[in-house]
């Protein structure tokens, strides 16, 4: 037998809880922020399908930018808005930054080694 430390059924129940807890709302809440967080700032060490999720949405906010631009360009000239377009852009930029923050970031060296002035 291995030496592994015998867990036992409370500690397996308590696990059980704390990794379903964030679906219930105060926990959710804390949970979509970390999530929106992330589309929005990016992260160094995202796992795989954080990264696609990210691609995902990226790619249907550009779509959708794509979509009001064109929807404007199709309709009759004494239709059309700059409404739509300054949406259609805004949606657009909003997506490439979400798409890029799907890519992984290489971490930041830091220079505060103990070597240096002082």
């Known amino acids: 037998m291995k030496d592994e430390p015998e867990v036992s059924q409370q500690e397996i129940i308590?696990?059980?809880k704390a990794r379903q807890r964030n679906t219930l709302w105060p926990?959710?809440?804390?949970?979509?922020?970390?999530?929106?967080?992330?589309?929005?700032?990016?992260?160094?060490?995202?796992?795989?399908?954080q990264r696609i999720g990210a691609w995902i949405f990226g790619f249907f906010?550009?779509?959708?930018?794509?979509?009001?631009?064109?929807?404007?360009?199709e309709i009759e000239d004494y239709r059309k808005s700059i409404l739509a377009v300054i949406v259609g852009v805004a949606f657009f930029m909003v997506g490439i930054k979400v798409f890029r923050n799907g890519?992984?970031?290489?971490?930041?060296?830091?220079?505060?080694d103990g070597e240096g002035w002082d």
């Open 27 to 49: 926990d959710a809440m804390v949970n979509s922020s970390s999530v929106d967080g992330f589309l929005w700032k990016g992260s160094e060490n995202a796992p795989l399908v």
């Open 61 to 73: 906010f550009m779509l959708m930018g794509v979509v009001f631009i064109e929807i404007d360009r």
């Open 103 to 112: 890519f992984r970031r290489r971490k930041a060296k830091t220079s505060n």
């Open 14 to 16: 308590e696990d059980l």
